[in-house]
């Protein structure tokens, strides 16, 4: 079986902010996993890598835009656990960072119009069609299996706690979460906050997922800041003073909008005195490097 064992250690921040608004908040560390199969990435592959295995495929294909996170994942797992890589890129050709890296990690890349890229498995099927080899992995690593590698951050935590935050792009991560608190009957709340305009569609996605019962789940569907990479000077100043206060590394696209989010929500009192919180910190860190002329 392939190796899946890492460290991803809960800590409190502490912040006068916090503390005066009487809220403790901790963070998981998911950011710790792996530099480039980062967060939430490296739980969303660890079955679905599992399942390609016990398949004997030794092809991964999977799905990005251009500065994906999944892909460099992928990119980075199939050379660590040896299957090679092909990923399909949305948009006309360019190049980049992320991109870089996915090709040194051995990733094969393939371009594909916008118009075209809307069907993930019409071009798995047109590029792979009768090959035993390809194992297809959805956008984003969305999928049940993705789900159920999320659930299991419920089996490590220290502490049950009153509400959990997540940051949304195809909500995988916070219908893992859900399953995994249900199935504790925790009472815990489900924060999820997309990155996407439009974040009330994570609920149709989450329901595809198994996840109907959404009465612990709260979606804060205005912190997108225009769109998915899209940022405002008050979010860059935000993780700015953020990472420089707690030392912990943030990105605007994912994890600035999640810890602005709550930051926010506390400001707004919508989160009770007394409360204890944890935040999922989903790494993502190389998202960075498209937004360094922001800084
Ligand atoms: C991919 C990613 C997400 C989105 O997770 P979903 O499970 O697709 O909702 C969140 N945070 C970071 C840093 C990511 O890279």
Redesign the pocket.
């Known amino acids: 079986m392939l190796d899946f064992d890492f460290y991803s250690p809960e800590e409190e921040i502490t912040l006068p902010f916090y503390e005066a608004h009487g809220v403790r908040v901790f963070v998981k560390r998911d950011d710790l996993i792996h530099p480039y199969i980062?967060?939430?990435?490296w739980r969303?592959l660890k079955y679905p890598l599992q399942q390609a295995r016990k398949e004997k495929k030794t092809l991964l294909v999977t799905f990005g835009g251009a500065w994906s996170?999944?892909l460099l994942a992928t990119a980075c797992a199939g050379a660590k656990f040896g299957f090679r890589t092909y990923g399909f890129v949305r948009g006309e050709a360019v190049d980049n960072p992320v991109l870089k890296l996915c090709r040194l990690f051995g990733m094969e890349l393939h371009f594909v119009e916008r118009e075209c890229y809307k069907n993930k498995e019409a071009l798995f099927s047109t590029y792979f069609a009768g090959s035993d080899e390809a194992y297809f992995i959805d956008e984003?690593?969305?999928g049940l299996l993705?789900a159920q590698g999320?659930s299991e951050i419920t089996d490590e935590l220290d502490r049950v706690y009153d509400h959990c935050f997540?940051?949304?792009?195809?909500?995988?991560?916070?219908a893992g979460l859900a399953k995994g608190m249900h199935a504790r009957q925790w009472k815990t709340v489900a924060h999820g906050v997309p990155?996407l305009k439009g974040g009330h569609f994570?609920l149709e996605e989450m329901a595809k997922l198994g996840v109907t019962d959404t009465d612990c789940i709260n979606l804060h569907v205005d912190y997108h800041f225009g769109g998915y990479a899209k940022t405002k000077p008050e979010l860059i100043k935000f993780v700015q003073g953020f990472t420089r206060q707690t030392a912990i590394l943030i990105e605007p696209?994912?994890?600035g909008k999640l810890f602005y989010a709550l930051h926010d929500l506390i400001e707004q009192k919508k989160i009770a005195r007394g409360s204890t919180v944890l935040v999922i910190h989903?790494?993502?860190l190389t998202?960075l490097l498209g937004m360094l002329d922001r800084f």
Do not use: D
Request: charged letters at 5%.
């Open positions: 980062s967060g939430n990435k969303k996170n999944h984003g690593g969305y993705a999320c997540c940051a949304c792009g195809t909500g995988t991560t916070l990155v994570i696209t994912y994890t989903s790494g993502g998202g």
